[in-house]
């Protein structure tokens, strides 16, 4: 899969994926003595938009212009500040094909922050976003705060506008950012927006890590 957009999907005779019980890993799992939280978030959308590029710029701030496609879920961690207050955040980006979503329903449980992406030059991920929304309804009983993600901003063939993505958002009482993980622009700042959004909701009693 390209994070561009071009699909460089190879043919693999067995595709072997590491299946990791969802309820195991959860915000308050695997405790460290140097960490004030845990919290847990999911990244969905439609096949090839981004997803694991997001997750990479992220996490190490690497890019590469071709990953095959996911296959279930893939999983990172970050660390990080706000103010005094260090969150390991626990990321699961999950394969947008149908064919997957089996698995991939199981790992929204328990996640308190979820961000759905789509690509700004593909106007049919955009459309999807309410049936991704209806998903998180229906597989995660937990409070959760939503981020809604344009990726590829960095592209010239744009069909969905700012103006869209941000009505969209408002719709859905959820925060929005255009991003490119191509250049990185965004990335930090929408996942830290996220990480300070959930933590005052966790501070405030909104979100129970006590059911996650």
């Known amino acids: 899969m390209s994070c561009c957009g071009k699909d460089t999907t190879k043919e693999r005779g067995q595709a072997i994926l590491d299946i990791v019980d969802a309820d195991t890993i959860s915000s308050n799992t695997f405790n460290e003595p140097s960490l004030d939280y845990i919290f847990k ?10 997803k694991t590029c997001l997750l990479m710029r992220f996490q190490d701030g690497t890019f590469r212009e071709e990953y095959e496609s996911t ?7 970050k ?5 005094d207050t260090l969150i390991k955040l626990r990321i699961w980006d999950t394969a947008g094909s149908e064919k ?11 996640s308190i922050g979820a961000i759905i992406v789509y690509d700004i030059s593909n106007r049919s991920t955009f459309e999807h976003i309410d049936e991704w929304v209806q ?28 103006d869209e993505g941000k009505d969209k958002a408002k719709k859905l009482n959820a925060e929005f950012f255009e991003c490119s993980a191509k250049t990185g622009e965004n990335i930090e700042k929408a996942f830290m927006t996220l990480t300070e959004l959930v933590l ?9 890590l006590e059911n996650n």
């Not at 978030?41 to 981004?50: A, L």
């Not at 997957?100 to 328990?110: H, L």
């Open 41 to 50: 978030y999911i990244i969905i959308g439609e096949f090839s938009v981004g």
């Open 100 to 110: 997957f979503r089996c698995i991939t329903r199981g790992y929204f449980r328990g």
């Open 200 to 208: 005052r909701d966790v501070s405030s009693g909104k979100i129970s």
């Open 135 to 162: 998903e998180l309804e229906k597989y995660n009983s937990s409070n959760y705060v939503l981020m809604i993600i344009g990726n590829k901003c960095d592209s010239s063939q744009r069909t969905v506008t700012t």
């Open 79 to 83: 660390n990080v500040q706000i103010q």
């Open 71 to 77: 296959i279930g879920v893939e999983f990172g961690t």
